[in-house]
């Protein structure tokens, strides 16, 4: 393959994982888009080709356009790009189908032109993508994409991130029930205040599972999988959500929690094991509803997107 050409794997993403709300993700191994970036003469940023679902075309309409055209504008080449987008990951599922989008572009150009750009600076670049289909800029599912492994988002402005080390053993259990929740609608039902004994149990929380990926501590990260501030709302929206949380943690789940603002549902598990075990515990909850569903298990994803 000539260096005109490049095939990258884009992969699908866990963002706040229970308690750091729009600050937390982390990166999947087994689901993910593919895309092909293509430098051709031609100036401008084109999309040729979309698989797997009905996305626009026009690169100001599309996720992955947006964030091309934004490092397009920066870099200024005499010459263009052609996007090809092969859609594994389900728009509106839960498991940063968008960041995966326009993460998937700017890398590939990225790689094409040499690569001038940092991986922060990569990720300024898809947040531009990103607010197109949430309506507002954050960085929690593109983070991880980028960076792989559990990712922090320190500050947006200017942007921060953190790279977190996962336990060599840690797997994820993804239920995506096919229903649609949209990330603008799920945001428009938080509450603009929390009380403060909310907050400080987050916090801790938060604090908690960040010091146990830091230490390989499971017994910690099982107590701080807990989210008292965003999952009474958003659990509304998900059918079963509590009976699938509760299978998932008698299944032997750390925790378990809303992917993004949903439908999927995230368990952390330790090892393999477990997270067959969770599988097929949740999987029994979801084939009585009549709701069609898709399982994933995944260990942590800790090199992030890459070149097939």
Same mark, same amino acid.
């Given at each position: ?11 699908? /993403? ?8 729009? &600050? ?5 191994? %087994? ?11 031609? =100036? $401008? ?10 996305? @626009? ?28 987008? !092969? ?35 990569? /990720?300024?670049?898809?947040? =531009? ?8 800029? !954050? ?31 840690? +797997?994820?259990?993804?239920? +995506? ?22 907050? #400080? ?5 938060? $604090?908690?599972?960040? !010091? ?5 501590? +499971? ?6 999988? !807990?989210?008292?501030?965003?999952? @009474? ?31 999927? &549902?995230?368990?952390?598990?330790? $090892? #393999?094991?477990?997270?067959?075990? &969770? ?6 909850? +979801? %084939? ?8 994933? &298990? ?7 997107? =890459?070149?097939?």
């Amino acid at each position: 393959m000539n260096m005109n050409e490049i095939k990258i794997f884009s992969p699908a /993403t866990v963002a706040n994982v229970a308690c750091g709300f729009d &600050v937390l993700g982390f990166c999947l191994d %087994s689901v993910g888009d593919e895309m092909v970036i293509r430098k051709v003469d031609k =100036k $401008g940023v084109k999309i040729t080709k979309i698989e797997g679902f009905d996305l @626009p075309f026009e690169s100001q309409l599309n996720v992955a356009g947006v964030s091309a055209l934004a490092m397009y504008d920066a870099v200024k080449p005499d010459f263009g790009f052609e996007i090809e987008i !092969h859609k594994n990951i389900k728009p509106g599922s839960g498991i940063g189908s968008s960041a995966a989008s326009a993460v998937g572009s700017v890398f590939g150009m990225n790689e094409l032109l040499g690569r001038p750009f940092s991986k922060t600076e990569l /990720t300024q670049f898809a947040i =531009k993508g990103e607010a197109l289909a949430s309506k507002c800029e !954050h960085a929690d599912n593109l983070a991880p994409a980028v960076f792989g492994g559990f990712t922090l988002v320190k500050s947006l402005s200017p942007l921060e991130i953190l790279q977190i080390p996962s336990p060599p053993n840690l +797997y994820a259990t993804i239920i +995506y029930p096919q229903i649609e929740i949209k990330t603008s609608e799920s945001r428009a039902i938080l509450p603009k205040e929390v009380k403060l004994q909310d907050a #400080i149990t987050q916090w801790a929380n938060f $604090g908690s599972l960040i !010091h146990s990926l830091h230490t390989d501590n +499971y017994e910690l990260m099982q107590k701080s999988l !807990h989210d008292v501030i965003i999952e @009474p709302y958003r659990s509304k929206l998900i059918p079963h959500y509590y009976e699938v949380k509760n299978e998932a943690l008698n299944a032997g789940a750390l925790g378990s929690g809303i992917s993004g603002s949903g439908p999927s &549902v995230f368990s952390l598990c330790e $090892g #393999i094991k477990a997270a067959n075990n &969770v599988r097929d515990a949740i999987e029994k909850v +979801y %084939s009585k509803t009549g709701i069609e569903f898709d399982i994933y &298990v995944s260990r942590i994803n800790t090199e992030g997107i =890459k070149v097939l």
